[in-house]
């Protein structure tokens, strides 16, 4: 046993399988909450990539822009999915009307993808009642180990520097 292990622990808990169960319960949490809004992750997914990367939609009526569409393989890249699989969310997605399909006017084989004001607003009021959801799942921390939690996620996730404490 070395000096870094807690008194009572002699074996290292499979920290995998822990952040895999915690996951899981809030991935859980999430696809329940879908539900009522008719959406299945993959196509939550899909919206809420749209939404990040190609800022607020233009005003009805506009023409898409480059700046606030993706081409179909960019939203596959994004998701790391197939090219084919991207089209059958995309499908879904516009027989809802949540997103449009406009031609590129940079490259006429090319379409352009994007928001519709209703996809706009839905994915609006699910990230809302996302951020209430995992609010209240990560309650049971309390604000210090929430803050420990962000951080060290934050370093798992590359975002910032590893900085340990003893």
Known sequence: MTADVPPGLTDDPDLGD?????????RRRWTHELA?????????????????????????????????????????????????S?????????????VERAPDPQDRRAVLIRLTSD???LRSRIHQSRR???HEYFGRLDSGERTELARLLGVLAGDQPVAHHR
């Open 18 to 26: 822990l952040f895999h169960a915690a996951f899981r319960g809030l």
């Open 132 to 134: 209430e959801q995992s």
């Open 36 to 84: 009522p809004f008719e959406l299945t992750p993959h196509q939550w997914r899909a919206l809420n990539t749209l939404a990040r990367s190609c800022g607020p939609c233009p005003p009805e009526g506009a023409r898409t822009s480059p700046e606030a569409s993706l081409r179909l393989k960019e939203l596959a890249d994004l998701l790391r999915i197939a090219p084919r």
């Open 119 to 121: 996809g706009q607003e």
């Open 86 to 98: 991207a089209t059958e969310v995309i499908d879904q997605l516009e027989t809802k009307e949540l």
